[in-house]
């Protein structure tokens, strides 16, 4: 963590040198929802953008990506310069939901099991499941995958989440709607949907019953899960009083709800907008959201001490459409990355904190393209920090921080 630190106080310096090199020539009019390195190009046919990432605890990089209706997983040694080749987890065609606001997620514990979870979509309106697959041989081969909902119904499960502390215990969150199915059936009136969640004790090998944690939650925002020294928490665009759509925290182990931002967005429609969560070792929790409410408009960010929370800071341009952000954080670093468009170029955005989130850098445009993009996945660890960026155009684009500040 010490050479993290390093590196961001001389990104202090260096970054608005170094990241405008080797940026894209051409313009093409934008797609709205959008593999190889940064300087290669790989466009597969009949993939799809959203992407799934992380590290391992030996600083690999893991990526999981559809194609063909396949989902597949590889690794990276080298920072994705190259990867392996992909395993192939879903034996069968699945129609897996992996752009905008859904992208399939993977994690990997100490010992080497990697885990997913992903949305698979059904052909009924907006029906889906959530489905989950292991391997316990560091990604060789992968377990015939499950549908973690065990309602049996044919409706909307989507936006799922996945965390894990590494030492066997998984949790996993989504938006359901057999409760609001329920209650239709009995003729009674239902906002929104649920928060439900199942956990696994034993690194995936059984997972608990469903649990309905939250009624009525908004139901077309990604959720977001962390793992605490308390244990996991969860975030969510929750739907107060009549239609005010604002965010959620809960450790699912001690249950409760706490509000986390008072936007006073009252909305009866569908955001399409989640939020991002972290948490440092000493459990103080990060988040960063998007609204459009009456109190405030546009990206921001704000941390949790126990009962003691900072005031909400603006983050990105927004006449740029800043939007989609997510939040990572090891130790005092905290970095944020979201998404921009200035008409002609789509951009990664990038602002960190050496302090705890207490104070910020200028933000950085790391990476641009022409084409269409996902939204940048910030990754972090003890020793690395690394941008993940899908592209139409260029094709995955992996940025190491220090490669960034070598290039000054």
């Known amino acids: ?34 593999m190889s390195h940064s300087s290669q190009a790989s466009r597969a046919p009949k993939s799809t953008l959203a992407v799934g990432a992380t590290l391992d605890a030996n600083g ?6 559809v194609e063909d209706q396949r989902l597949l997983v590889s690794r990276s040694e080298d920072d994705g310069r190259s990867f392996s080749k992909p395993v192939v987890v879903t034996s069968e065609p699945e129609n897996i939901s992996s752009d905008g606001e859904s992208r399939p997620k993977i994690a990997v514990a100490r010992d080497g099991t990697v885990l997913l979870t992903w949305t698979q979509s059904l052909p009924q309106k907006y029906a889906g499941n959530i489905r989950f697959a292991r391997s316990t041989d560091s990604g060789r081969t992968f377990s015939e995958p499950i549908t973690l909902n065990d309602d049996g119904r044919l409706t909307s499960h989507r936006f799922d989440s996945l965390a894990i502390d590494g030492e066997g215990r998984v949790a996993v969150a989504w938006l359901d709607a057999r409760d609001r199915d329920a209650a239709k059936e009995r003729g009674e009136a239902f906002s929104g949907v649920s928060l439900f969640t ?7 090998a059984s997972f608990g019953r469903n649990r309905s944690f939250k009624e009525h939650t908004c139901e077309c925002c990604r959720t977001a899960l ?36 008072r936007d006073e967005w009252h909305v009866n429609a569908c955001p399409h907008n989640g939020g991002s969560i972290a948490a440092d070792r000493w459990g103080k929790l990060h988040l960063v959201w998007f609204t459009n409410g009456t109190a405030r408009q546009g990206l921001f960010y704000k ?13 990105g341009d927004p006449a740029a459409q800043a939007n989609h952000a997510s939040v990572v954080a090891a130790d005092k670093i905290v970095l944020l990355t979201w998404r921009e468009f200035d008409g002609q170029f789509y951009s990664v ?16 445009r790391l990476m641009t393209s022409a084409g269409a993009t996902d939204y940048p996945v910030p990754l972090i660890d003890h020793e690395k920090i690394l941008i993940v960026w899908n592209t139409a155009k260029e094709g995955l684009r992996t940025l190491p921080i220090e490669r960034v500040t070598a290039r000054r």
């Open 303 to 315: 941390s949790i001490d126990g009962d003691w929370e900072s005031q909400p800071l603006a983050v």
């Open 226 to 261: 962390t793992w605490t020294k308390e244990g996991p928490v969860v975030l969510w665009r929750n739907i107060f009083d009549t239609n005010t759509r604002d965010f959620a925290i809960a450790n699912l182990d001690k249950g409760g709800v706490r509000r986390a931002t």
């Open 1 to 34: 963590m010490l050479r993290i630190l390093r590196i961001a106080t001389v990104l202090l310096v260096s970054f608005s040198a170094a990241v405008l090199a080797g940026q894209p020539d051409s313009v093409k009019e934008e797609a709205d929802h959008s």
């Open 198 to 204: 199942t956990q696994s004790f034993d690194n995936g």
């Open 349 to 364: 955005q990038m602002m960190y904190s050496t302090d705890g989130g207490e104070s910020w850098n200028e933000p950085a």
């Open 60 to 65: 690999r990089l893991w990526l999981a990506r």
